[in-house]
């Protein structure tokens, strides 16, 4: 297992598309979570599941933004007519509950919306 | 809601000296887990150290150890001997009962030669 993994590294995008990412955790990690992060500033909370249940959705976060986990395995995040405000980091982290409570983080897919 | 704080946005020390990075978190709950990770600059995130709120002693991990002071809700980070790889920005991180995971704002640290 090579570690978690984001798909695509870097994704430019005009505003208004659509635009996906997929994460594929550490296989066995029943936890997967989803944080934005803007230059210089801590990781936000967007969103995370057990297994294929989302257990809590970030407030902040806009109808635009919704996440999936099918299969308990990969992970993808849309988020649906793009504005510049979503330009960030956008980073995926797994980790196996009980097991240390170690989060491991992905490279994370780098939006710019333009 | 539980809250992170980190009030040093940015620190500069020597090579080889300790430096000592502040944290403080707010929460009602009583077992939960405290972490420090660090991001090396264009490079993903990596967990430092972690804490258990049960475990009164404070984690250590070679150079970098913790002081965990519970009834005050502060954690900070003290790395010893400091290297230039330690530059980095270093997040404090808070994980409740339900695994939900926050983060601190971060401090930039730089290690100068």
């Known amino acids: 297992d090579t570690g978690v993994s984001q798909n695509p590294r870097h994704k430019i995008t005009k505003r208004g598309q659509n635009v996906t990412f997929r994460c594929d955790p550490i296989?066995?990690?029943?936890?997967l979570y989803w944080y934005r992060q803007t230059l210089g500033q801590g990781p936000e909370f967007l969103t995370y599941f057990q297994n294929e249940a989302q257990l809590e959705k970030s407030r902040l976060l806009s109808d635009r933004f919704s996440a999936e986990r099918p299969k308990g395995s990969f992970s993808t995040l849309e988020i649906q007519r793009t504005e510049q405000g979503d330009s960030a980091m956008y980073l995926c982290?797994?980790?196996?509950?009980?097991?240390?409570?170690?989060?491991?983080f992905g490279q994370g897919t780098r939006l710019t919306v333009v | 809601a539980q809250t992170v704080t980190q009030s040093q946005p940015e620190m500069s020390v020597q090579e080889a000296e300790t430096v000592t990075l502040s944290c403080t978190y707010d929460t009602s709950e009583n077992n939960y887990y405290l972490f420090w990770y660090k991001q090396p600059p264009s490079r993903q995130m990596i967990l430092v150290i972690r804490?258990?709120?049960?475990?009164?002693q404070n984690a250590t991990e070679n150079r970098f150890s913790v002081n965990f002071q519970k009834a005050a809700k502060s954690f900070s980070l003290k790395i010893s001997d400091s290297q230039l790889g330690d530059t980095a920005m270093y997040f404090c991180a808070f994980m409740n009962r339900d695994d939900k995971i926050i983060f601190g704002k971060g401090t930039r640290l730089h290690i100068l030669p």
């Open positions: 296989s066995e990690h029943n936890r």
């Open positions: 804490q258990e709120a049960y475990k009164q």
């Open positions: 982290a797994s980790s196996l509950q009980g097991e240390e409570a170690e989060a491991f």
